[in-house]
């Protein structure tokens, strides 16, 4: 029967007792319970909003029992609001219902009025949403769009950089040259003409590695002296002489695949199909190898892309004759494939992926003479021992050195190679019991020949030191109490560094070479990194403290802007950062208010998360919670925290995850989350919801599956379900082996705890997603499925990464609204 809003389902026996009636309605959004007192009746206003909800859930969950709008005026017999509050009302009953089809189901008055909480003040409305933040955030991709991203300092200590406009993914090449002049290079629009960018899949998966989400000028290569720039697009090589501003195109002649210019400014080496190519102006392009079935030659495999940060796999000799490059044997490698449906046009891609306890790529190193190819002179070392190729490193007045490290990466070792034979030998060797932390900027050749920079957390926490040339210690250059983090490169001045002792926030240091005081070049004011520094030059990023985002150039004419084009959000968000103490540490949390907040009210809580290794959530620059400001005004707090597993709190903080990644997680969220809601009563912990994205949804799945007690419902955004799906690099670091840990791998997979689903979890993931592989959530569903529970799914013609404007404004909509409905209004 047709009723306004919604339907009353046909075939109910209502429920009364003469003065109280329940009724079930159906609505677009699903069937809801209404208590209604005698002689009331619905009217036709928006049921979404008024009739909330109450048929039982698919997990067995307790519904929320709401008034509807009434014509009569007179008082609801049940006036809550929200869920219950005692999560044991009518247990039994909602559970037996939940097997029930609807339309077999008859309630009885008292249980409904039983499910309602008689303290719970009035129902009120949800805020509007700020549909125009959203829509900006969506189209300026978080108001990332239009920012300065450094790719390179000139030897004259020019910084060429790359730039989109505010509301476009397309980049731009820019100088802005040492004494402060700025110019435009090229745009990719001069480069293209009339011609398409194509992009094959395998550069496609090389940008979903480097979490490249724009187009046009991406990378670029720049010769030794500075006067030549290489920009590879539109299936051309493009060099660009930076005094006369000529352009020469070089056509390979085919797909050019991670290419890189001679430093010497003549050629350019790329990998086709596979294997080894160069190219010169004006020549054609010649093949350097011939690789068998299931190899491949100047290609990082997976695991050195996603997980060691290495995505490149040749390396140009100084003297821009030979070149260093990667064989790859891909034989004992499973194959998956990825697919989109929606394009029947685009054929499954495969590729190489490792999952946990399966085998690796065999890699090893050799070296080709451009001027004589099929020449290759193999590099040895201890394959057995060192699995994986952490870096390759070939600089002017140093040895040709690699960074190698064991399966289980608690042993590492620095070798140095003689080209001409190909033998090598171990300068620097490390071990830690559970893992190594491997620092990309290390090992860093200083120009002068004299040896190298080193960083090493053997003490406790971070130390640089410079080594000789043999790899013995010259000196320490820092204590643990700096707070190293990053080594980002070196001049005669000193070593370039991020540091803090401060966990949220970050600084720029010079550290002088010779052991004198560190010197701070950036200004304190929230959390500065210095993207790339070399020949005196260096760009520092800063994400303000109070809002703002700032670039800047330092070169010898002093400091100047990188200009931004980026749009501003329009608002400052109302982020506090706390410190609560558990058990005797200090954890960080950020909690986010509406901007209308009001403090005699109780508000529905939302922890957003990461939890895992290698990323914080809580940092000193609002410009990181504008998003939080969105749900918050949208009717939550917002709260975030960092526990032990997260980085920047000491070697001991960071590996109690070992063998187990979501115990002590789960355990300091939790707990952090608990101690703010102890300390601001306006956070209602009855109703807390969880969200986030990847490792983070890996989280949100698992804490909606084990503390059903804390967590009413979740968002799981591309999860992990399982660690015996994702890749052996980075869940064997800090796992081990599925056949080393047992235990562990069952105590941390969601499919050992799906049967005990019992809360609302809504999943979404990219189908063509080739880092946590589409069949995570697959797994999830048929687990949930055989055991008679339900997830809500939603499945994105997407990758990991999920930049498409459209997608991410509907992303955010649906999870608020996810969140609306099963949480209840403030």
């Not at 690796?360 to 050799?366: E, P, Q, Y």
């Not at 600089?395 to 064991?406: H, R």
């Not at 010197?519 to 304190?524: M, Q």
């Not at 670091?733 to 235990?743: E, S």
Request: aromatic residues 8%; charged residues 25%.
């Amino acid at each position: 029967m047709r009723h306004a809003g919604g339907d009353l389902v046909a075939g109910l026996r209502v429920a009364g007792d003469g003065q109280r009636q329940a009724v079930l309605v159906r609505d677009h959004h699903g069937v809801h319970l209404a208590v209604l007192a005698a002689g009331e009746q619905l009217i036709g206003e928006s049921l979404r909003d008024e009739v909330r909800s109450a048929a039982p859930t698919f997990h067995g969950g307790h519904p929320a029992i709401v008034p509807g709008r009434r014509a009569s005026g007179k008082k609801s017999a049940c006036r809550a609001a929200n869920r219950p509050r005692d999560p044991t009302t009518s247990n039994r009953l909602w559970e037996y219902a939940a097997r029930v089809p609807y339309a077999r189901i008859a309630l009885p008055l008292a249980v409904a009025l039983a499910a309602c909480h008689p303290q719970a003040t009035a129902m009120t409305s949800w805020p509007k949403l700020d549909d125009k933040l959203l829509a900006d955030a969506a189209a300026t991709f978080n108001w990332r769009l239009g920012t300065p991203t450094a790719l390179a300092i000139t030897r004259d200590g020019a910084v060429l950089f790359r730039r989109t406009p505010p509301r476009d993914f397309a980049s731009d090449l820019y100088e802005l040259s040492a004494d402060g002049a700025l110019r435009t290079l090229v745009t990719a629009a001069d480069l293209l003409g009339a011609a398409d960018e194509h992009l094959s899949d395998a550069e496609k998966a090389r940008r979903e590695r480097t979490r490249t989400a724009t187009r046009g000028v991406v990378d670029i290569g720049v010769s030794e002296d500075g006067v030549t720039v290489m920009v590879p697009l539109g299936d051309k090589l493009h060099l660009i002489h930076r005094g006369s501003g000529v352009r020469t195109t070089i056509d390979p002649g085919g797909p050019a695949y991670d290419p890189h210019l001679s430093p010497d400014g003549t050629t350019v080496a790329f990998v086709r199909d596979g294997d080894v190519w160069v190219v010169a102006a004006g020549g054609k392009a010649r093949q350097l190898t011939h690789h068998p079935a299931g190899f491949e030659y100047g290609v990082a495999d997976f695991a050195a892309q996603e997980e060691l940060r290495r995505t490149r796999g040749f390396w140009w000799a100084p003297d821009s004759k030979r070149i260093v490059l990667q064989r790859s044997d891909l034989r004992k490698i499973e194959t998956l494939y990825v697919a989109d449906p929606r394009h029947n046009d685009r054929p499954p891609v495969p590729f190489r992926y490792p999952r946990a306890g399966t085998p690796n790529a065999i890699v090893d190193l050799g070296v080709v003479d451009i001027r004589s190819p099929g020449e290759i002179r193999w590099l040895t070392w201890d394959h057995v021992r060192y699995e994986y190729l952490v870096s390759v490193h070939w600089e002017p007045g140093a040895p040709l050195s690699a960074l190698v490290i064991d399966r289980d990466q608690q042993d590492l070792a620095l070798l140095v190679f003689d080209p001409a034979t190909g033998a090598s030998k171990p300068i620097v060797t490390e071990h830690d019991d559970a893992w190594l932390n491997v620092d990309v900027g290390a090992p860093h050749w200083l120009e002068d020949g004299s040896g190298f920079l080193w960083m090493t957390e053997a003490s406790g926490g971070w130390v640089l030191e410079r080594r000789a040339a043999d790899g013995a210690l010259v000196r320490a250059l820092t204590a643990p109490e700096l707070g190293l983090r990053e080594l980002i490169g070196a001049d005669a001045k000193g070593a370039i560094v991020s540091a803090s002792a401060d966990p949220v926030r970050q600084d720029v240091w010079r550290i002088p070479l010779d052991g004198g005081a560190p010197v701070r070049l950036s200004d304190g004011d929230g959390v500065a990194h210095a993207t790339i520094a070399k020949h005196g030059s260096l760009v520092i990023d800063t994400l303000l403290h109070a809002g703002g985002h700032k670039i800047v150039a330092i070169t010898r004419a002093g400091v100047r802007d990188l200009p931004s084009a980026a749009e501003r959000p329009g608002l400052v968000p109302t982020t506090v950062l706390e410190t609560v103490a558990l058990a005797g540490r200090t954890h960080h949390v950020a909690v986010t208010r509406p901007r209308t907040f009001d403090p005699a009210r109780r508000y529905p809580v939302l922890l957003k998360v990461y939890a895992g290794p290698h990323f914080v959530m809580v940092e000193d620059g609002l410009d990181a919670y504008v998003m939080d400001q969105w749900y918050a005004d949208a009717g939550f707090i917002v709260v975030r925290a960092d526990g032990r597993g997260t980085p920047h709190r000491g070697r001991a903080w960071e590996r109690t995850i070992l063998k187990d990644l979501i115990t002590i997680p789960l355990e300091d969220q939790v707990a952090a989350l608990q101690a703010v809601g102890a300390r601001h009563p306006e956070l209602d912990m009855a109703r807390v919801g969880v969200f986030g994205w990847s490792f983070g949804g890996y989280f949100s799945t698992l804490a909606i599956l084990r503390r059903p007690d804390i967590f009413k419902a979740a968002i799981a955004g591309a999860p992990v379900i399982d660690w015996t799906l994702y890749d052996t690099a980075y869940t064997e670091r800090y796992m081990k082996t599925p056949q080393a840990n047992p235990d562990g791998y069952k105590t941390t997979s969601a499919l050992t705890y799906a049967a005990q689903l019992e809360r609302p979890l809504l999943v979404i993931h990219g189908i063509t997603d080739d880092n946590v592989h589409f069949a995570h959530t697959l797994a999830l569903i048929e687990a949930l499925y055989v055991a008679g529970k339900r997830a809500e799914v939603i499945t994105l013609s997407a990758t990991h990464m999920v930049p498409d404007p459209k997608l991410n404004f509907a992303r955010e909509q649906v999870q608020v609204d996810f969140f609306r409905q099963h949480l209840g209004a403030p």
